[in-house]
């Protein structure tokens, strides 16, 4: 078993930074690829951003390329979400996934370990 939790979140003005980690306890990290959701109000939940396993190759979503980057402390058990030039259309609630699977797909069959959440606010 995993247990993830989320950190970080808040309310931010555009064009300002956050950082979120998502914190694991239970099994060692590195043995899982980590992925970043969000959902915002009626909407369904989006892939984000992750993180593979034993390479750290990482995957974005075209929305926050170039914006956002994911990276992950394994010593720490921590795999973290910067997000530099927020926007309004950011505002969420971000989770993040870990599996030895993969996949874009925000349902909650793919990934087998979620955290509760996080959220983010940008006000224009």
């Known amino acids: 078993q995993v247990q993830l939790e989320e950190s970080g979140g808040g309310l931010v003005q555009a064009g300002g930074s956050l950082r979120l980690s998502c914190a694991a306890s239970?099994?060692?990290?590195?043995?899982?690829?980590v992925g970043w959701f969000r959902q915002a109000p009626g909407k369904e939940r989006e892939f984000v951003a992750a993180?593979?396993?034993?390479?750290?190759?990482?995957d974005y979503v075209n929305s926050v390329k170039g914006r956002f980057t994911i990276s992950r402390d394994n010593a720490k058990n921590t795999v973290y979400l910067q997000m530099n030039s927020l926007k309004p259309e950011d505002t969420a609630v971000y989770y993040c996934?870990?599996?030895?699977?993969?996949?874009?797909?925000?349902?909650?069959?793919?990934?087998?370990?979620w955290g509760q959440g996080t959220q983010v606010t940008v006000s224009s």
């Open positions: 996934a870990a599996d030895s699977r993969y996949s874009r797909s925000g349902s909650r069959g793919n990934w087998s370990y």
């Open positions: 993180i593979f396993r034993y390479t750290s190759t990482t």
């Open positions: 239970g099994r060692s990290f590195s043995n899982y690829n």
